[in-house]
């Protein structure tokens, strides 16, 4: 194009170029979770990498969907955050839309802690879940300095779908919380209804990342180690029977589909190594999964020769490509179904879909025992035995008798020294 036609352009597309744009995301990484039943009081834990600073007086918003209700009451869970004030808000703002809901407000008020970008935070809310989901199922956080003004949010994040399975589950107790130290970490599991058999296949307790289970040493306390008070476990489908280890953290109790979970309370103990520090996330999972179900994998690929089943050579005939075609498929000795339609080959392989690949039905997120040295006072001063002994009672008599005597005699208290 000449410079000329360049200089008078006045409107219109002279010169058109076309490039790959960008990805457009969201900075802020948040995760929400709780206990999804429905009407449970529950405590929701925030866990957020943090983007931007945020100075004293600056502020945090947690946004709930439209029928949840959050509470600053009894407290709230400041694990990594730095501790403030809470404010709960009831209302419509206009990062919502037009949705009444609620919200609270974390200000920092102590100059030494402050939020740091590019660090991991976490706290907890206290909340109520609804008895029916909402018609938006999103949470909301923002980061805002001390003049209010956004420096980051996120109004989109997923939340949890609502289930309905009676199941408590409370902050594991821990027989110590010393680093670098074996720990039996008792947790209990309370079921509020008679749940039917094979609603629940497996049972999966997962421990902060740096918590590492020691798997054969899992053991159910319940009813004092009755049979008949424990959880119907399967003794013969788990690594260790009744149970199984897929991560390091991780610990899978595998259940008996054929039989119901009655209502009660059940204690799992399980062994663990505590880490040297304590985990950014620390909080325990209890996921519910659903029984392992058998799938069927089929891929279809186009041939153009004739091929049986079994793995037999290429080359035969058109004929013998016709009758394939219409003929029933055979079965190869390792499980593998082949069959041919209209010139292609279909394969069908058999697979199981079990909890390893799947999402749990139900995941309850408990707090932490935290990790800690031992508390060190002031050294006491020993007792010499001579002054821990025990008088004999004839001796207590003569001492008493002396006694009365030097008060009869007018002795004073002084002078018994």
């Not at 610990?251 to 880490?275: A, C, F, M, R, W």
């Not at 799947?358 to 001579?386: C, N």
């Not at 008088?391 to 004073?412: E, H, I, K, Q």
């Amino acid at each position: 194009m000449a410079a000329a036609s360049v200089r008078t352009a006045t409107s219109g597309n002279r010169q058109l170029s076309e490039a790959a744009g960008y990805a457009v995301r969201e900075l802020l990484q948040v995760t929400v979770g709780g206990n999804t039943q429905r009407g449970a009081v529950t405590t929701v834990f925030v866990w957020f990498l943090a983007t931007n600073f945020v100075d004293v007086g600056g502020m945090l918003e947690l946004h709930a969907p439209q029928t949840y209700e959050l509470r600053c009451s009894p407290q709230v869970l400041y694990i990594t955050l730095p501790a403030g004030t809470c404010r709960l808000n009831k209302g419509i703002v206009s990062t919502t839309g037009d949705d009444f809901h609620h919200y609270v407000t974390l200000t920092l008020t102590q100059p030494d802690h402050l939020v740091f970008p590019n660090t991991a935070y976490e706290f907890g809310i206290s909340a109520v879940n609804p008895s029916s989901p909402p018609p938006l199922n999103y949470w909301g956080l923002v980061l805002m300095n001390a003049r209010r003004e956004v420096a980051d949010a996120s109004m989109t994040l997923e939340g949890y779908d609502l289930t309905d399975y009676g199941l408590l589950v409370y902050p594991p107790l821990a027989s110590t919380t010393l680093p670098t130290v074996v720990n039996y970490v008792r947790l209990m599991l309370t079921f509020q209804k008679q749940l039917a058999a094979g609603d629940v296949g497996h049972i999966t307790v997962q421990a902060p990342t740096t918590t590492k289970v020691l798997c054969q040493q899992f053991s159910e306390l319940s009813g004092g180690g009755s049979i008949s008070a424990k959880l119907p476990a399967d003794a013969s489908y788990g690594t260790y029977g009744t149970h199984s280890c897929q991560f390091q953290n991780t610990l899978t109790l595998h259940l008996d589909t054929s039989k119901p979970i009655e209502v009660g309370s059940y204690v799992l103990q399980v062994v663990v190594l505590n880490p040297g520090l304590r985990a950014s996330r620390d909080f325990w999972i209890v996921e519910l999964h659903k029984p392992d179900v058998l799938g069927v994998v089929t891929s279809t690929a186009s041939t153009a020769t004739t091929t049986t089943a079994a793995g037999a050579s290429a080359g035969a005939s058109a004929s013998a490509s016709s009758a394939n075609a219409s003929s029933a498929s055979e079965v190869p000795a390792d499980g593998v179904d082949t069959a041919f339609v209209s010139g292609s080959l279909v394969n069908s392989t058999s697979a199981v879909v079990d909890w390893r690949s799947t999402k749990a039905a139900l995941a309850i997120q408990a707090s932490g025992y935290g990790i800690s040295t031992p508390f060190a006072g002031q050294q006491l001063t020993s007792v010499a035995v001579s002054r821990g002994c025990r008088l004999s009672p004839r001796s207590l008599a003569t001492f008493l008798w002396w006694l009365l005597g030097a008060w009869a005699a007018g002795v004073s208290p002084a002078a018994w020294a």
